[in-house]
Each structure stands twice: as structure tokens, then as C-alpha cells.
């Protein structure tokens, strides 16, 4: 809670810094007491019944003496008056890793990613040892997969949508309904066998709901793409918690906020990950384990990733992804000539939410189990951040914010340790949102374009130079 | 015919309520043109606050005249939410002021998510219930097996909202910060080369918007009797749905927005559905921008070529 | 240039290109454009001039779809002048245009303003510069060729997967853009952001854009507000270039009298929505109507006003 006030000392040779620094430190001391004061300094807590109030007096006089000589200490060093003001400008090192670096980055990163399960196995000597990792990779790309779909929407044309997990939850239930749909099942039965749709089902609802999100983008879209920045904004958040409201009240088809379980696992095209004969292991000759299952998990979010990369980077260097960018420029100069603004902003967030509908495909069939909780606007704010931290329209950018703001999350749920210093009642896990919100604050006021703010050009005469993050403009509508 | 005007009469209720947080986001939105997004947290903040110093009030100091308690109660988290808020504008948005323009928005979601959850850190997932106060009523009518009551919670919350609306509306209208305040949403610059302190301007904008949102923070406690660290998102969305369907921008706008809003939800629940009264609110949100982004009081806009 | 030899009729009135009829534009209870109508003759340079406010952008912006007209009607003909029983017939039968093997006719108040663009083939220039500024020089005039090559990319399908029938097409299109990137000079700064560009280049570029998209009239407002001497003398040029080697015809909207008597065959002046002289440049400058709106003086003190305008090749005034 950093306050940044007004700096009246002069730029004299002999500053005077202690005495202003104290003065600065103590004023914000005491905002930080009046912020802190009543919600650190009481507790309501329920006693015998009756609401009555507990005192924290030592934890409030810890949180405004942390910010009172954290602003002391940044007042004498960083922000001293007589410390030269940084001159660095231009581009960051993030910039030029995606530029210069740009062509060794990508397929190292590429390597990686591929290689990941079998880094994890053999540094942690094993495969059930390596679960973790590889499920903690999983959950990652799943996300570099949702920022990179969202990103055609965001990122390039510049739309701004609050609702992406919609999209998400449409590719998720599409697949759990169908999954488990008794009517298909016993359809299939009769044609191919007993377990032909438990087995393929993944494989056969995988397209469908990507394009059962597409036809849901486009429904949703149609009518609000009129609508400028703000409030496209507040539409589509209105839009996604719409339809998880429906979700948890249409209890006769989606079974409510109980969710739908036991929903058909992957399968290897049709061989199933099990014990049995004609199981993935024994197939194979190998010895029967779990972990088959989520490592081929890992390829599978691994290829749905990379095709999501692979089209939109296709889709820049057509007329349509062309197109996108230069609505995001300047809509009006775009139906100037000639370009249709309403299918083009269409064909944006169909595409866009294509991509979520696959990524809620996979959630499903990994989880094995979807419920409305999962779909909460927490998600959209999330796949949002990852885009804005990874600078909109940089697919590297975004698939390290994936990996930063993932891995982040997920290190916060095992700091164990943080218990031997603040007692057994401490759940690092419930700080997890508040560092979150925190942090998308602390980002934007950081890096307001992202880590990677230039923009690469989709066509070139003699030499491709990157345009530079001022130049490019964020869309209005 | 008797649970008509019952409904009636809570909706009006309520709608107060909204109509009150929906001041704070159509004032940002007119003098920044953003969304300020953690207003309805700030709304719930202030819950909170006006919870602490309830107890505080009626349990330590032992206070014992109701309305002695809610006055002291309103003053205090008025001013603890406008530092709260004033401190978030400094912190979160100004240094964003002509950055880019998803930036202090998003911002803003940082910031509902970050107060959220600082109050579950700090006061617990769980419900807070206070007794039920003021619990008189007037009967109005009496069919015999149906009641039609005003509560005087009611009154108080009509009383007070229409009084505070009244002084506000003094405040913009016939005061220099007010003057201050409409050049600011005019044009920025030009208003800062007229020598108004433009931050200071938008300061106060955000300080008077949360000292309107603790208001309804209290009156909301007062009249459900609970809190909860849930409860600013959904209030929040409902109250910017007002300012909305009001006009954005128009301040009488976001008041007969909040009524409406309020009118529709109690009918809708009393009438058709209980669950479904969220789904009606942002289908009036998502309706109204569609349809009639200027609101029913709002100004039409030209798009400038 | 501005008369047609066959029947002594200025070309505009014998092979109109736009006709404008009875145009209003209204905006709540302010009357923008009070029924103003005017021809632009097909091959022409046209200037609409007019005191600032008269409503000069606002007719560019009914032509050019972005405003829906109050009233009126705005006849395109592509090919040939059409008769009065085709524009009859069109406007009858409710279309937004009628096109047949060599003709066409386009009710532009019919049309959004994307098909004003990419149907009717009329392209725009803005006043204050709306380029594509985060997006290189080439990029945008990649964008202005969208529809010819959205099609040529089987609506991203065929370019998916870079079928040799995309490949071709963009080639196509970027060798197109070369050759107005050459015509407007800024070969050099085709990979530099459009952003980056001084702002007398970053009008040449909105032009070469606008040309990219193949239109057969081109309204330009305001080209050379902004320019310096130089940079007009040579956007004179470019025009010409441009009507002569392409057959485009020209609407402008301009202020710099310099360019506009230098270059136009044409000229329309309004003042407060309405149409007060229509002809050849040389009729309209020594018009008295003119120079009374231009300065807003009684129209005994046009001799006076002459003087001052440098206009004078007429002293006695009173031309038109």
C-alpha cells in the first residue's frame, strides 16, 4: 500500500532526507492504521450464538509497522531525492526476448515443453513421483491454451470480454452431457459395442464443442458487438455469469450446482488407460499405471496448445487476422474500406471461443467431474490477467504469464512452512486470491502494456522490425 | 392486490440501496469514464465496517438508544470507506490516468478481488448475523390473512436516502467543487489549464461516492442483519445495471435506475422465480446496453468521425 | 477539361459520376445540411469548400455512409451515366443498387457504410488521420485490399493452409502495394510503423490506402490541411496522377485555395448546409456570394474583399 505523495523536497546538494522521509512514513503509517484499523484491528466472531468482537491489537501494530518503515526504508533508498532518476527507457528485456531472441526462445520453449514429462520423471526418479509436475504442466498449458484463445479476442481485435469462461464452461458441459448421455450411449452400443462410447467419446465431442463455443460466441456476441470497450466489458461478464447461473439452476439438465460426475476418462483413440486386456499398459507391454493416463493428458493439452498457437498465427498473416488488428487500430478507417467491422469482430470471438470450448473439453475429461464452481468470473479474471501480463498479442508473452501466474498460484497452496511461522491456523491457501488481486493491481501499475509490448508485423518488404508498444493502440470497442 | 403493494414497498427498499451505490459508479464514470469496478466491494467494506463499529458501539460502549448507535454507526463508516476508497484511487488508479485504457479497469478487478478476500482473510468465510434491530412495524393493510407492513427500517432507509440525495444534489449543482466537478467531465485539460485541481477533483469524486456506498453498507446491514465478503460482487453488478439503465453519467439516472432495478428484482422473485432473480438483473444489464446504451435520463452519443 | 464536347453541357451535368439530391442531414433540432444537391462529374477533380462549419464533412459523411441522411437520395453510377428510368427503377423497387453488365447504379443512403466502400467502390480519407498507426506502412495497405483478398483466401480457409491460390493472391496484393508505395514515395519506409511516419507522409499513406482499394471516386477531406508548400505542390501532382492514370474521379473537401483552384475542374461551395455557387473555379471565385461567406461581409464590399484575396483576376467582380 504504497502512497505515493507529492515530493516537496528540493533537489538541494545536502538533502535533508531523514527528517521528510520520517514526516512521509508517518503520515502513511496512519492511513495504513485507518485502512488496517477496523477490519485487522476486530474480529467479529461468533460466541455462544451472539456475534461479539475479538481484539488483534498486535497484528494491526505489525501490518502498519511493516508499512510504516517499509515507506521509510523506500523513502531513504529508492525514492531518496538525491538518488538519480533512472534514464533506461526503450525496449525491456522482455521486449527484445521476443524480438531478437525471438527466433531461438520459441523452439527452446517448444523443446521444453515436450521434453517436460520426461524431465520430471527422470529428475524425480519415477512416474508416480513425477505426478505433480507433470499435473501441475497440465494445468499450465490448459491455461496458455485459454490466454492464447482469449488473446484473439483481447490481444488483436481488441475486444474486451469479461466472459470468457463461458466459452469454457460450454466446451466442458457440451462434453460432460454428452459423455454421459444414456440415450448416446446405448445408440452406440447397439452399433459398435458396449464400450465403444465411453471410449470415443472424448475424441468425437472434442470438435463438437469447439464448435458448439463457436455457434455460443457467436450468439452471445452478435448482439453486444455494437457496444464500445466498457461496456462490451460488462456485457460479456453479465453474459458468462448468465450462463452460470443457468448452469446451477437448471438443475433437470445440468444437475445443478451438484455438478456431473464420473464423466468417460480419455482414452489412447479408443484404448482405455486400464488394468485390463485390452488396456493401454497390457496393449503396449507395459506394466500397469496411472500415470499413462495424465501423461498422455500432457501431450494432449500439449498438441490442443500448440494448435491454438499454430492458427492464430496463421489466422495474423490472413486478410481476417489482419483485419482483427486493425479494428483494434482504428474501426472506423477499417469500415472506410470496405471491411464488414461486425463479422470480422464475429469471426474474432467465435474463434476465440472455439479455442475455450476445446480447453473446456480437456477440463472435463481430466477432472472427470464438472460443476458451476468451476466457472466463476475468478477464471475469466484470471485468463484475462494472463493475457494483459503477457502483453496483448504476444503469444510468448502470454504463455510465460501462464506459466508465472500458474506456477505462482500453485506455490502459494504449499507454502507449508508459512505454519511454523505464524502458527497451525495459517492456510496459505486462502491468501491465494488476495495475492492475486494484489498482484493484477501491482501489474498494471508496473507494466500497464505487459511483459512483451511490441507488436511483430505480419508482413514485411525488406527487413521485419518490431512495432513499438506505443504505437499500438488497446481497441475501443 | 395486498402483496402487490407489499412488494412495492420493499423494492423501494431496495432500490434505495442501489440507487445509492449506483451514485458512486456513475459519478467515477462521468469524471474518468472508467468502471470503477471495486465499488461494490468497497460497498461491502463498508458492511463490514458499520458491523465492527456496531458491536463496538452497542457492546462495549454500551449505547443502548438504537438510533444514537446508527448515527454514530453511518458517521464512522462513512469516513473509514471514503479513506478506503481515496486510498484506492491513489494506489490503483491514478497512476494509470492516461495509460492505456483496459489498464485501469483491469486494475479495478484486481482491486474487487483483492478486497474480497482480505476481508474472508481477515473476518472469515462465514455469514456475520447481528440481531434484528428496529423491528416495529406500521400495518397498512390487513385483509385478514395478509399484512401489507412498512417497517420502519424502511422509512429510515427512504428518509435517509432521499435526504442524502437531496443534499448531493445541492452539492454538484449549486457548489464550486460541484462546478469543479461537471468541467472535470467535460474536458479534463481544459478544466486543469482553468486552474481546478483535477486530482483533487477526482479525489472527492471517489471520497463522495464511498461515503454514499457506506451509507447503503450500513443501511443494508441494518435492514438483511448480516454480512458477508460475498456479498459486493452481485450488489455491485446490480447497482452498475442501475447506472446504466439510468444513463451513465446522469445522477438522477442512477437513482430511478436503483428503483427499477429494485422494483424488478422483488416483483420478479415475489412473481416468478426466486432463483432466477440474478439472471433478470443482468438481462436487464446486458438489454439495456444492447438497446438503449444512453439510458432512459443519459444523453444519446454521436459517433465522431 | 470540364465541358464535354458533344453537347456544350459541363461534363458533371452530361456524365455525372455521384449525383447528390436533396440531401438534409438534421441533428436533433441543428440542420447540418439543408437540401443541398449537387452532380460530380465522372474523371472530374471536384472541391466542396465552403467557411468552416458549413457542413462540408458531414455531406462527405452521408456520402460516404457513415451518417444516414435525414432525407435525400445519393445516386453512384458506375460505367455510364445512368437514365432516369434506371435511377426511378432502383429507387422503386426498394434495392440498393442495380447492376447490370457495363452499368450500375448505387442508392448510397441505402447502404452501411462498409458497402459504400467495398460495393459502391467510394473510398474516404479523414480529416484527422485515421491510419492503422500501430500496424507498418505495408500492413495498412494490405488491410485496404481486405475483401478482394478475404475472398482470395477462401474466407481463411484456402489461407490456412497456404493453398497455392492465397499464395498467389498476396503476392498479387503486395506487389500493388509496392507500386502505390512507389507513387506516393515511401518504398523506404514500407516495414516502419505507420505511427512512425512525419505527419505530411502519413497523409500520402492514407491516400495510397484509400487508392488500394480500387475505388472509382475518391473523397478526400482536407488532404492538404497540415501540408507545407512543398508538400502541396506535390499532393497537386499525385492527384492528377492518379485521376489520369487510374480514371478516378475526385470529391474534396479543401480549405488551401491554392489547391483547389490549381486542381480542380469543378467546385461546390456551401455555407451553413447549403449550396450558394456551383461551376468552374473560375465562376466560383469571382462569384460575390462567395466571398461574402467567406468573410462575412455585405456584398457591397466585394471589391474590397478582392483585394484582399489576392483573387482579383477580374476587378470589376461580379463574374457569375
Redesign the interface.
Known amino acids: 500500500m504504497a502512497v505515493q505523495t507529492a515530493d516537496t523536497a528540493p533537489p538541494a546538494a545536502a538533502n535533508p532526507v531523514l527528517g521528510p522521509a520520517f514526516k512521509d512514513a508517518l503520515i502513511v503509517g496512519l492511513i495504513a492504521l485507518g485502512l488496517f484499523g477496523p477490519l485487522i484491528g476486530f474480529e467479529t466472531v461468533i460466541i455462544d450464538g451472539a456475534l461479539g468482537l475479538a481484539y488483534r491489537p498486535s497484528l494491526l501494530a505489525i501490518m502498519v509497522g511493516i508499512i510504516f518503515f517499509g515507506r521509510l526504508l523506500l523513502n531513504v533508498t529508492l525514492w531518496s531525492p538525491n538518488r538519480k532518476p533512472s534514464t533506461h527507457t526503450g525496449p525491456t528485456l522482455f521486449d527484445r526476448a521476443g524480438t531478437v531472441m525471438g527466433p531461438g526462445v520459441k523452439p527452446a520453449l517448444l523443446a521444453f515443453a515436450v521434453l517436460f514429462p520426461a524431465i520430471a520423471i527422470f529428475s524425480l526418479g519415477g512416474l508416480n513421483e513425477s505426478r505433480y509436475l507433470i499435473d501441475l504442466g497440465i494445468l499450465i498449458l490448459t491455461y496458455v491454451m485459454l490466454g492464447w484463445g482469449l488473446n484473439i479476442v483481447v490481444g488483436l481485435a481488441g475486444l474486451l470480454d469479461l466472459g470468457y469462461v463461458a466459452f469454457y464452461a460450454v466446451g466442458a458441459y457440451t462434453y460432460a452431457l454428452l459423455a454421459t448421455s444414456a440415450p448416446i450411449n446405448d445408440f452406440f452400443a447397439g452399433l459398435f459395442g458396449a464400450t465403444f462410447w465411453a471410449n470415443w467419446a472424448f475424441w468425437i465431442c472434442l470438435p463438437m464443442a469447439g464448435i458448439f463455443a463457436g455457434v455460443w460466441g457467436m450468439i452471445l456476441g452478435f448482439p453486444v458487438l455494437r457496444l464500445r470497450g466498457d461496456y462490451l466489458a460488462i456485457v460479456t461478464l453479465a453474459f458468462g455469469e448468465i450462463i452460470r447461473l443457468v448452469l446451477i439452476n437448471w438443475v433437470d439438465f445440468t444437475n445443478g450446482g451438484a455438478g456431473i460426475a464420473s464423466i468417460p476418462r480419455a482414452t489412447f483413440f479408443g484404448i482405455p488407460f486400464n488394468a485390463g486386456p485390452d488396456g493401454f499398459a497390457a496393449l503396449f507391454g507395459l506394466p500397469f499405471s496411472p500415470m499413462h493416463r495424465i501423461v498422455f493428458l500432457y501431450f494432449v493439452i500439449l498438441a490442443l496448445a500448440l494448435l491454438t498457437a499454430f492458427v492464430t498465427v496463421r489466422l495474423r498473416r490472413l486478410p481476417v487476422g489482419r483485419a482483427w488488428e486493425a479494428l483494434r487500430e482504428d474501426e472506423i478507417a477499417c469500415r472506410s474500406l470496405g471491411i464488414n467491422t461486425t463479422t470480422t469482430k464475429l469471426s474474432a470471438f467465435a474463434t476465440g471461443a472455439m479455442f475455450g470450448g476445446f480447453a473446456g473439453c480437456f477440463f472435463a475429461v481430466r477432472a472427470g467431474f464438472v460443476s458451476p464452481e468451476s466457472f466463476t468470473f475468478d477464471v475469466s479474471a484470471m485468463i484475462l490477467a494472463i493475457v494483459v501480463l503477457g502483453g496483448m498479442g504476444s503469444q510468448i508473452g502470454v504463455a510465460v504469464a501462464a506459466a508465472v501466474m500458474m506456477g505462482g498460484m500453485e506455490m502459494l497452496r504449499n507454502l507449508g512452512f508459512l505454519k511454523q511461522i505464524f502458527g497451525n491456523d495459517f492456510d496459505p491457501s486462502l491468501y491465494r486470491m488476495l495475492i492475486f488481486g494484489f498482484a493484477m493491481v501491482a501489474i498494471m501499475v508496473w507494466k500497464p502494456r505487459g511483459l512483451v509490448s511490441t507488436r511483430d508485423p505480419t508482413i514485411f518488404l525488406k527487413e521485419r522490425k518490431a512495432v513499438s508498444g506505443d504505437l499500438v493502440k488497446e481497441g475501443h470497442g | 392486490m395486498e402483496i402487490f403493494v407489499q412488494q412495492l414497498i420493499n423494492g423501494l427498499t431496495l432500490g434505495s440501496i442501489y440507487g445509492l451505490i449506483a451514485i458512486g459508479y456513475t459519478m467515477v464514470f462521468g469524471i474518468i469514464g472508467m468502471v470503477n469496478f471495486a465499488h461494490g466491494d468497497v460497498f461491502m467494506v463498508s458492511a463490514f465496517i458499520a458491523l465492527i463499529c456496531f458491536l463496538l458501539v452497542t457492546t462495549v460502549m454500551g449505547i443502548t438508544s438504537i438510533f444514537l448507535a446508527l448515527a454514530i454507526v453511518l458517521v464512522v463508516a462513512m469516513v473509514f470507506t471514503s479513506l478506503l476508497n481515496w486510498a484506492i484511487e491513489r494506489v490503483a488508479y491514478r497512476p494509470l490516468r492516461g495509460s492505456f485504457r483496459l489498464a485501469p479497469m483491469i486494475s479495478a478487478i484486481g482491486m474487487s478481488i483483492f478486497l474480497a478476500n482480505f476481508v474472508q482473510v481477515t473476518q472469515g468465510p462465514r455469514n456475520k448475523p447481528i440481531p434484528p434491530m428496529i423491528t416495529d412495524v406500521i400495518v397498512l393493510m390487513d385483509n385478514g390473512s395478509y399484512q401489507v407492513t412498512l417497517a420502519w427500517k424502511q422509512v429510515i432507509i427512504m428518509v435517509i436516502t432521499a435526504a442524502l440525495l437531496g443534499g448531493f444534489w445541492y452539492l454538484v449543482q449549486k457548489t464550486s467543487l460541484g462546478r469543479a466537478q461537471r468541467a472535470c467531465e467535460q474536458d479534463r485539460k481544459m478544466a486543469a489549464l482553468l486552474g481546478i485541481n483535477v486530482d483533487h477533483t477526482i479525489s472527492l469524486t471517489f471520497v463522495i461516492g464511498a461515503a454514499l456506498a457506506a451509507v447503503a453498507g450500513t443501511l443494508y446491514l441494518m435492514y438483511y442483519g448480516v454480512a458477508n465478503f460475498a456479498d459486493g460482487f452481485v450488489p455491485g453488478v446490480k447497482a452498475f445495471t442501475a447506472a446504466v439503465l439510468g444513463g451513465i453519467g446522469s445522477l438522477p439516472g442512477a437513482v430511478l435506475g436503483g428503483l427499477l432495478i429494485g422494483l424488478i428484482e422483488t416483483f420478479w422473485s415475489a412473481y416468478f422465480s426466486i432463483e432466477y432473480k440474478d439472471v433478470a438483473a443482468f438481462s436487464i444489464l446486458a438489454i439495456t446496453l444492447i438497446f438503449m446504451p444512453q439510458g432512459l435520463l443519459g444523453r444519446p452519443e454521436v459517433e465522431k468521425v | 477539361m470540364a465541358t464535354s464536347p458533344a453537347n456544350g453541357l459541363p461534363r458533371w451535368e452530361a456524365d455525372p459520376i455521384l449525383i447528390v439530391e436533396h440531401l438534409f442531414m438534421r441533428?436533433g433540432g441543428l440542420i447540418a445540411v439543408n437540401d443541398l444537391s449537387f452532380k460530380v462529374g465522372r474523371g472530374d477533380i471536384t472541391a466542396l469548400i465552403g467557411p468552416n462549419g458549413a457542413g462540408k464533412?458531414t455531406v462527405f459523411?452521408c456520402i460516404?455512409?457513415?451518417?444516414k441522411p435525414s432525407e435525400g437520395r445519393l445516386i453512384l453510377a458506375h460505367g455510364r451515366a445512368p437514365t432516369p428510368e434506371e435511377i426511378a427503377e432502383v429507387t422503386r423497387i426498394g434495392e440498393r443498387s442495380l447492376v447490370g453488365r457495363e452499368a450500375g447504379v448505387f442508392l448510397l443512403e441505402r447502404m452501411p457504410?462498409?458497402?459504400v466502400?467495398?460495393?459502391a467502390k467510394v473510398?474516404?480519407t479523414?480529416q484527422n488521420i485515421?491510419?492503422?498507426?500501430?500496424?507498418?506502412v505495408?500492413?495498412n495497405l494490405?488491410?485496404?485490399?481486405?475483401?478482394a483478398?478475404?475472398a482470395a483466401?477462401g474466407?481463411?480457409l484456402k489461407?490456412?493452409f497456404?493453398l497455392p491460390g492465397w499464395t498467389r493472391a498476396q503476392k498479387a496484393a503486395?506487389a500493388k502495394a509496392?507500386y502505390w508505395l512507389d507513387k506516393v514515395g515511401l518504398?523506404d519506409r514500407?516495414?516502419?510503423?505507420a505511427?512512425?511516419l512525419p505527419y505530411g507522409a502519413q497523409r500520402r499513406l492514407e491516400i495510397a490506402?484509400?487508392m488500394c482499394?480500387e475505388p472509382i471516386l475518391l473523397c478526400l477531406d482536407e488532404p492538404a490541411a497540415g501540408l507545407n508548400p512543398r508538400e502541396s505542390l506535390e499532393l497537386n501532382t499525385l492527384l492528377r496522377a492518379i485521376r489520369a492514370e487510374h480514371g478516378t474521379s475526385i470529391l474534396l473537401i479543401e480549405h488551401d485555395m491554392s489547391v483547389v483552384m490549381e486542381i480542380s475542374d469543378h467546385v461546390v461551395v456551401l455555407d451553413y448546409g447549403t449550396k450558394i455557387s456551383d461551376g468552374t473555379p473560375e465562376a466560383v471565385k469571382n462569384d460575390p456570394r462567395v466571398i461574402a461567406a467567406y468573410l462575412g461581409v455585405d456584398e457591397d464590399a466585394v471589391e474590397e474583399v478582392e483585394a484582399e484575396l489576392k483573387l482579383d483576376t477580374n476587378p470589376t467582380g461580379a463574374g457569375a
Do not use: C, I, K, W
Not at chain 3, 494490405?142 to 475483401?147: F, L
Not at chain 3, 514500407?190 to 510503423?193: F, K, L, R, S, T
Open positions: 441533428f464533412t459523411n460516404t455512409g457513415f451518417y457504410d462498409y458497402l466502400s467495398g460495393g473510398a474516404r479523414f485515421r491510419l492503422f498507426t500501430g500496424m507498418t505495408l500492413e494490405m488491410v485496404a485490399q481486405h475483401n483478398l478475404m483466401s474466407y481463411s489461407g490456412l497456404g503486395t509496392e518504398t514500407a516495414d516502419d510503423p505511427g512512425d490506402r484509400a482499394s
